[in-house]
């Protein structure tokens, strides 16, 4: 019941943030010429965060080679993990995240005012909290990969038919580096 109570908080400071004007949003720029990409993921399930870190493994030999800053985040609705993060990797509890200090920010606001040339999104189900957080991010092309996110913040909604993490990433680059 706490979490329900929190996860609503943070929806609701999120949503009253409004992203800055002066962000440029588009998918003009190629993605074979991308040099920083990002990777916001929302995890409600252990089982699904241990299968996803088996998965992206294998992002750096489907990115193209110009990609120099590769971030990861899982944001999450549990607090511990019986298993290591990647050092490349960030995990974040949202019981942890303290948005009512202006002062500090913390790990998840600063990638989200990261200029990523591309930021892909992720999540096995519906998350306000994932759609206000792919909205106020400052990355150029806000790319999703899951059915559940509303398309109206992102520049580009990529579905596949696979159901595995690694192939719809597959078929996403396949996507984007034919535009």
Same mark, same amino acid.
Not at 37 to 47: A, M, P, R, T
Not at 50 to 56: A, F, K, Q, T, Y
Not at 86 to 99: G, H, L, M
């Given at each position: 019941m706490i979490n329900l109570l929190k996860n609503r908080l943070l929806n609701y400071k999120l949503e009253k943030e409004s992203p800055s004007n002066d962000i440029i949003h588009n998918n003009d720029v190629p993605l074979r010429k991308a040099t #920083?990409?990002?990777?916001? $993921?929302? &995890?409600? /399930?252990?089982?699904?965060?241990? #299968?996803?870190?088996?998965?992206?493994?294998?992002?750096?030999n489907i990115l193209p080679k110009s990609v120099k800053n590769l971030e990861i985040i899982f944001?999450?609705? $549990?607090?511990?993990? /019986?298993?290591? &993060?990647?050092?490349?990797?960030? *995990? &974040?509890?949202?019981?942890? &995240?303290?948005?009512?200090? /202006?002062?500090?920010?913390?790990d998840l606001q600063i990638f989200v005012e990261k200029s990523f040339d591309y930021l892909f999104t992720y999540s096995f189900s519906i998350s306000k909290i994932l759609d206000q957080l792919t909205r106020k991010s400052h990355a150029t092309c806000r790319v999703t990969l899951s059915e559940h996110q509303d398309e109206g913040y992102c520049e580009m909604k990529l579905l #596949? #038919?696979? *159901?595995? $993490? /690694?192939?719809?990433?597959?078929?996403a680059v396949e996507v984007l580096n034919r535009m």
């Open positions: #920083s990409i990002g990777f916001l $993921f929302y &995890i409600k /399930d252990k089982l699904m965060l241990e #299968s996803l870190l088996n998965e992206i493994k294998i992002l750096k944001v999450s609705e $549990f607090s511990k993990t /019986d298993f290591e &993060i990647p050092f490349n990797c960030k *995990f &974040i509890p949202i019981s942890k &995240i303290n948005w009512s200090n /202006d002062n500090v920010k913390n #596949s #038919s696979q *159901f595995a $993490f /690694d192939d719809r990433v597959k078929a």
